[in-house]
């Protein structure tokens, strides 16, 4: 990297930490940068610094937001009593941008994922069970797919059903517009072992 | 974007101006900035805001440096009288990494352009053009092998030749470890019309 500046050098470096880019993305990336006018390059490193400072995780949820409670925990028009768990803040976003769902959230950050060495308190799991103290109807555990999303679930189902509140797991199988060839055997298992009677 | 903080949905539309950057990479981008601790933050944010502040063109060879003069034009090690025009810092920075080459350079910073409205006054030929009053020996065309670079290429020659200085241009053809039944039709012929004896 002795070929350019120190500084272009040093911008390369950093930008090359950020996943998914590589060292010539990163090049790309810094050249771009060098290109933008002074005020739109402040605003970017601006942008960066004050999410940082200013994201917080919710009181309530969990989520990342930057209040004391998140807009959807402090809404008196959803329903307090029905809790979807997420795994983040991203997969919250995905259902809020369905909008169907009124119910509120628990962001756990991350899953069970004893080879990674993540357990049950790594996650945001202490804060989810502090609120069954509240009355709750229902658990709605939406963690993904995957070997760690399914463990998640399986443990939070064993802790919150002798509670004597309903916990219930989003559905697994084929995707909308899913061609049937193209999908995998669990996923197929999945669909006949959930079928249901239309 | 209402589904974030504002913080967020500002970080995630920023990132998402940088090219080859769309919204669901940004989006996780966004995140990993969150997760990141606050001096990284800051540290990249600043090596934005400095890169921008302090890197400025080359007095003589209009590469992006740091310094008034870039280490190149600066060194008595390098020969000053062959000069290897290029359309980036990059495309420099390409030949610097093979490391034979010991002449100096000029960096257009594009290429002519006529679709998109770059003209000869568009790129810094001008400055190329000024330094052929000292004592040149060669002007090595090392523009990029599209059309573009082409036309940039045939326009230099067209006005060096006249002053007495060689002009030549970098070799186009079969690229080495290419396999030929891969490789486009113009690159095949213009690998004929160029080949060496042996």
Redesign the interface.
């Known amino acids: 990297m002795d070929?350019?500046?120190?500084?272009?050098s040093?911008?390369i470096?950093?930008?090359s930490?950020?996943?998914?880019i590589g060292a010539k993305?990163a090049?790309?990336?810094?050249?771009?940068?060098?290109d933008?006018p002074?005020e739109?390059?402040?605003?970017?490193?601006?942008?960066?610094?004050?999410?940082?400072?200013?994201?917080k995780y919710c009181k309530t949820c969990c989520t990342?937001?930057?209040?004391e409670q998140c807009p959807i925990c402090s809404s008196p028009q959803r329903d307090h009593r029905t809790i979807m768990v997420v795994e983040?803040?991203?997969d919250?976003?995905a259902y809020?941008?369905v909008g169907e769902y009124k119910g509120v959230y628990h962001v756990l950050h991350g899953a069970i994922n004893p080879m990674a060495g993540i357990g049950q308190n790594d996650i945001r799991l202490k804060e989810l069970f502090q609120r069954l103290k509240e009355d709750i109807d229902e658990i709605i555990i939406a963690t993904n797919s995957s070997v760690e999303g399914e463990a998640t679930a399986m443990y939070i189902s064993k802790v919150v059903k002798p509670l004597g509140i309903k916990v219930t797991r989003i559905a697994s199988g084929v995707p909308v517009g899913g061609d049937l060839e193209c999908i995998d055997n669990i996923t197929l298992l999945r669909a006949l072992q959930g079928r249901v009677v239309i």
């Open positions: 070929y350019y500046s120190g500084y272009i040093k911008l470096e950093e930008l930490g950020l996943p998914g993305t090049t790309r990336l810094a050249f771009h940068i060098l933008m002074t739109h390059v402040e605003e970017l490193a601006n942008a960066m610094v004050n999410a940082k400072a200013n994201v990342l937001t930057d209040q983040s803040t991203k919250m976003a809020e941008k």
